[in-house]
């Protein structure tokens, strides 16, 4: 749903006023440019330049919390979108797993366990936990906060220990939080699918891979406090992405 605003203008020096209702819907954003829209809402409905407080109000941007089990095609749906749409941005991980072979820092950025935790010290994050072998992974609030006061979409995959944790977040807290969320679960299609690609990843002991199965056991029970579930059906990434879109879109309209 567009965001609405109701304004109540002052006419003139005769004390009159009139009731103006604003919302997004009507507004062409290039790349999510807060500072456009602006100059658009000031000029249809011929009034003064809206503070940056008000406007922040009716200008909101959209946290994307894509979640589900390892191996389920998360990073490459969300790869799609950002191709798709070039304005929406990815909030990355900062994390102290080590860093795969031929492995970029477009979806996560490398820390030492030292760095971690001064990071953690300094309040950069809007959460973070430790999970699979002892590695830790944090939200940034840097990577987050700024886009989505400029009204952009912004796409984060994150755990179930991130989803509890970002929904309980004062700026994120249903009712009354600042910025919106949506979280939307990647489904398999079957527990052997997910089998298939752990094993393509990176190879592990059966101790590890058994391990790896209960958690996806218990992710699956996170499906029904999401927003919505997309299953990623195998060869079919590009109608999962298609319908990912749709969620994501319908919100943002």
């Given at each position: 749903?567009?965001?609405?605003?109701?304004?109540?203008?002052?006419?003139?020096?005769?004390?009159?006023?009139?009731?103006?209702?604003?919302?997004?819907?009507?507004?062409?954003?290039?790349?999510?440019?807060?500072?456009?829209?602006?100059?658009?809402?000031?000029?249809?409905?011929?009034?003064?330049?809206?503070?940056?407080?008000?406007?922040?109000?009716?200008?909101?941007?959209?946290?994307?919390?894509?979640?589900?089990?390892?191996?389920?095609?998360?990073?490459?749906?969300?790869?799609?979108?950002?191709?798709?749409?070039?304005?929406?941005?990815?909030?990355?991980?900062?994390?102290?797993?080590?860093?795969?072979?031929?492995?970029?820092?477009?979806?996560?950025?490398?820390?030492?366990?030292?760095?971690?935790?001064?990071?953690?010290?300094?309040?950069?994050?809007?959460?973070?936990?430790?999970?699979?072998?002892?590695?830790?992974?944090?939200?940034?609030?840097?990577?987050?906060?700024?886009?989505?006061?400029?009204?952009?979409?912004?796409?984060?995959?994150?755990?179930?220990?991130?989803?509890?944790?970002?929904?309980?977040?004062?700026?994120?807290?249903?009712?009354?939080?600042?910025?919106?969320?949506?979280?939307?679960?990647?489904?398999?299609?079957?527990?052997?699918?997910?089998?298939?690609?752990?094993?393509?990843?990176?190879p592990m002991t059966e101790e590890e891979l058994q391990r790896r199965l209960a958690s996806v056991t218990k992710e699956m029970t996170?499906?029904?406090?999401?927003?919505?579930?997309?299953?990623?059906?195998?060869?079919?990434?590009?109608?999962?992405?298609?319908?990912?879109?749709?969620?994501?879109?319908?919100?943002?309209?």
């Amino acid at each position: 749903m567009a965001r609405m605003l109701a304004l109540r203008v002052r006419q003139g020096g005769n004390n009159s006023a009139r009731t103006v209702c604003c919302s997004v819907r009507h507004f062409s954003l290039p790349a999510g440019s807060a500072a456009v829209c602006k100059e658009q809402i000031s000029s249809l409905y011929q009034l003064p330049p809206l503070p940056s407080t008000l406007y922040s109000l009716l200008m909101d941007g959209l946290l994307v919390l894509i979640i589900g089990p390892s191996g389920v095609g998360k990073t490459v749906l969300t790869r799609m979108l950002l191709e798709r749409h070039p304005q929406w941005t990815l909030a990355r991980s900062a994390t102290t797993r080590p860093r795969r072979p031929g492995e970029s820092d477009v979806f996560y950025r490398f820390v030492t366990r030292e760095e971690f935790t001064a990071l953690a010290e300094e309040g950069a994050f809007l959460e973070w936990a430790t999970v699979h072998n002892g590695a830790r992974y944090g939200t940034l609030r840097d990577e987050i906060i700024p886009a989505l006061d400029d009204g952009k979409t912004v796409l984060r995959e994150v755990d179930v220990q991130g989803l509890a944790s970002i929904r309980h977040h004062p700026l994120f807290r249903r009712p009354g939080g600042r910025h919106r969320h949506r979280a939307i679960f990647i489904a398999p299609e079957s527990p052997e699918q997910l089998v298939a690609h752990i094993h393509k990843r990176a190879p592990m002991t059966e101790e590890e891979l058994q391990r790896r199965l209960a958690s996806v056991t218990k992710e699956m029970t996170f499906a029904a406090q999401c927003d919505a579930t997309v299953v990623s059906r195998e060869g079919e990434l590009a109608a999962a992405a298609d319908i990912l879109e749709k969620e994501i879109r319908g919100t943002t309209l």
